[in-house]
Nanobody, 123 residues
Framework: QVQLVESGGGLVQAGGSLRLSCAAS????????MGWYRQAPGKARELVAF?????RYADSVKGRFTISRDNAKSTVYLQMNSLKPEDTAVYYC???????????????????WGQGTQVTVSS
């Protein structure tokens, strides 16, 4: 009923920039929050940036990454500047969404995830 579709990953040299996008679609009533997580090989998934009224960043990306939202398009972006090899990971979009089905509006939000997009930073 709800889908998150990511785009914008790729291969970039250290010091370069990439912009990730994630669009939510489907039976969306309200998007409570949107964020980005990443998972490097052999490591746990970690929060990168989060937006829910206010924004929050992992210490490792503060000053380099910027999260923004276009609520009219149900889209979240992650602008990544000054990329480092340690930023290499699969990046996942996450959203907490109140949805509906037919005439029924679900009273509690669900967590949705995108399919992931690979970001590779070469040294």
């Amino acid at each position: 009923q709800v889908q998150l579709v990511e785009s914008g990953g790729g291969l970039v040299q250290a010091g370069g920039s990439l912009r990730l996008s994630c669009a939510a679609s489907g039976n969306i009533f309200t998007i409570r929050s949107m964020g980005w997580y990443r998972q490097a090989p052999g490591k746990a998934r970690e929060l990168v940036a989060f937006s829910s009224g206010s924004t929050r960043y992992a210490d490792s990306v503060k000053g380099r990454f910027t999260i923004s939202r276009d609520n009219a398009k149900s889209t979240v972006y992650l602008q990544m500047n000054s990329l480092k090899p340690e930023d290499t990971a699969v990046y996942y979009c996450n959203a907490e969404i109140l949805s509906y089905s037919g005439g029924y509006y679900y009273p509690t939000p669900n967590d949705y995830w995108g399919q992931g997009t690979q970001v590779t930073v070469s040294s």
